[in-house]
């Protein structure tokens, strides 16, 4: 990797066939460090020719190396890349760090996540086969997955390392090749990602990096008539975008676009085990998750002794720069900042009851985009806190007097990507798991930790198509059927 520097700051080229190269326009854009607001480093602002030149390497590597490669070797090749990150966790996670914002112990997570997506996937590489099929005297015939040939991933700032890695790693693993776009707000580990790739063994071209604005680099990716699938991970208006793109060229998209993920605490709950977990899903990653629980449904008669003990726990919340590893880092810039502020504003408006608030560090630099974590009480079902993805570090929680109400609230938003269940009572449980419209459901858990393994998406407006989980490796693949007359 060459990273030479201009103006004081590392300067990142594109990766594109194995060569970094500066975009053709020679334009950067400057990656600030949102927990200071300093300036961090220049980034190549690729355009349409630059993703031009890194979708015809991708398709050149098809018919190299790569694709001659047989599944087992591409397996291990990844499960090396994945040793190799691993290696590199100490400069990954300060990259992180810095670069989204991210509390240091949240940056390792990401980092080990990665690597095991690149273990997962790369053991799996040789373990996807078809079948074969009974059909009409005189025939055999038979199913086998191929290759889609290359595959465009348009990335978050919220979670660089970890939504890479599952979306390139299904990829990877079903013979592909890839030109990634990141996102403008955050990159470097991304970047440096395509220098161990590339270190570990990756042939040419196989994993192209291309780094620019979202309607330059990320639409042209996305309407890219050489394309022959787009994972996209993001807001639902750029997800709309991307998906009216790759439709005009009949092109396969998966679209993971956030969501307003509530957990049920009925009053039969553990309490004391459902608590940290109300709030670690809220606040983790200063909110900016997509799976994160951002509405808390409670029933009545436990309702204000949840608001207590959560606010109680919103209390201790310290929020500071990111290399000070705190409960909360900043947000990812002064933009997003803005965004969630409004939002906090207008519960203000609205007369709505902040039931409690973070900390913020005194040695919390004064340029940094901090925004204090908020709970918000007895929010109606239909405001928009209650209805909109606010992407920060606030939750709102309201009662609920029956499961048919609980059910009912969970269900009345556009999205539908997780939900967590917290009861006793396993018939309840049961019910409630098979009437939330969400794709993945917890039931006295939130998250299960991560879960490489657990196919991964949402229903309604949270998208379509699923990562994670071998579910994924059948998304980035072609079924052919061989039917065989021999008489
Ligand atoms: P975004 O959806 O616009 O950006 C995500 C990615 O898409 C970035 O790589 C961006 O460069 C690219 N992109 C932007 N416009 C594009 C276009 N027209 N065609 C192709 N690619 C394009 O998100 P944002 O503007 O960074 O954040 C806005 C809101 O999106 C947030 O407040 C949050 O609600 C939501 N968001 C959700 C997730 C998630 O994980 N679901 C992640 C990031 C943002």
Request: aromatic fraction near 6%.
């Amino acid at each position: 990797m060459t990273i030479t520097t201009q103006d004081d700051l590392p300067l990142y080229g594109n990766f594109i066939d194995k060569k970094w190269q500066p975009a053709l326009s020679g334009q950067t854009i400057t990656l600030k460090n949102p927990s200071d607001g300093s300036d961090l480093a220049l980034i190549a602002r690729g355009s349409a020719e630059d993703i031009d030149l890194a979708v015809k390497a991708a398709r050149k590597a098809l018919s190299g190396p790569w694709g001659k490669m047989s599944a087992t070797e591409r397996g291990r090749i990844m499960q090396n890349i994945g040793q190799a990150v691993l290696k590199e966790i100490d400069l990954l996670t300060e990259l992180e760090a810095k670069d989204v914002g991210k509390p240091l112990t949240q940056a390792r997570a990401d980092v080990i996540a990665l690597a095991r997506y690149l273990e997962f996937y790369g053991a799996a590489a040789d373990k996807v086969h078809g079948e074969t099929l009974p059909y009409q005297d005189g025939f055999t015939v038979m199913t086998i997955y191929e290759p889609q040939g290359v595959t465009g991933h348009i990335i978050p700032w919220n979670y660089p390392m970890q939504i890479l890695g599952r979306s390139l790693g299904a990829s990877l693993a079903m013979g592909n090749a890839t030109v990634v776009k990141p996102a403008e707000e955050a990159c470097l580990t991304i970047l440096n990602f395509a220098r161990i790739a590339d270190e570990a063994g990756l042939p040419a071209g196989v994993l192209n990096v291309v780094t620019g604005l979202g309607l330059e680099a990320g639409a042209a990716l996305s309407a890219h008539p050489d394309i022959n699938h787009v994972s996209f991970t993001g807001s639902l208006r750029t997800g709309e975008a991307v998906q009216t793109a790759a439709a005009k060229h009949a092109v396969p998209v998966t679209l993971e676009l956030g969501g307003k993920s509530p957990q049920i605490v009925f009053a039969d709950a553990d309490i004391d085990a459902a608590l940290p977990y109300l709030v670690n899903a809220g606040i983790q990653n200063a909110g900016q998750t997509c799976s994160a629980s951002s509405r808390i449904l409670v029933q009545r008669d436990i309702y204000e002794d949840v608001v207590a003990r959560m606010s109680e726990r919103y209390k201790a919340l310290i929020v500071g720069s990111a290399l000070t590893d705190p409960s909360v880092g900043p947000v990812v810039s002064q933009r997003q900042k803005a965004i969630i502020d409004s939002y906090i504003e207008l519960a203000k408006q609205d007369g709505l009851t902040i039931a409690a608030q973070g900390t913020l560090s005194s040695d919390a630099p004064k340029d940094g985009a901090y925004v204090l974590p908020t709970l918000i009480r007895d929010v109606p079902a239909d405001h928009r806190l209650a209805q909109e993805e606010i992407f920060g570090p606030v939750q709102v929680i309201m009662p609920f007097d029956t499961e048919e109400e609980a059910i009912a609230l969970a269900n009345g938003t556009d999205y539908g990507l997780v939900c967590g269940v917290w009861t006793r009572d396993g018939a309840r449980q049961m019910r409630m798991a098979r009437s939330v419209q969400a794709g993945q459901v917890f039931v006295n858990n939130y998250g299960a930790a991560g879960g490489v393994e657990l196919p991964f998406g949402g229903v309604k407006r949270s998208g379509h198509g699923r990562e994670k989980g071998f579910e994924a490796l059948y998304s980035f693949a072609t079924l052919k059927t061989i039917a065989v007359w021999h008489g």
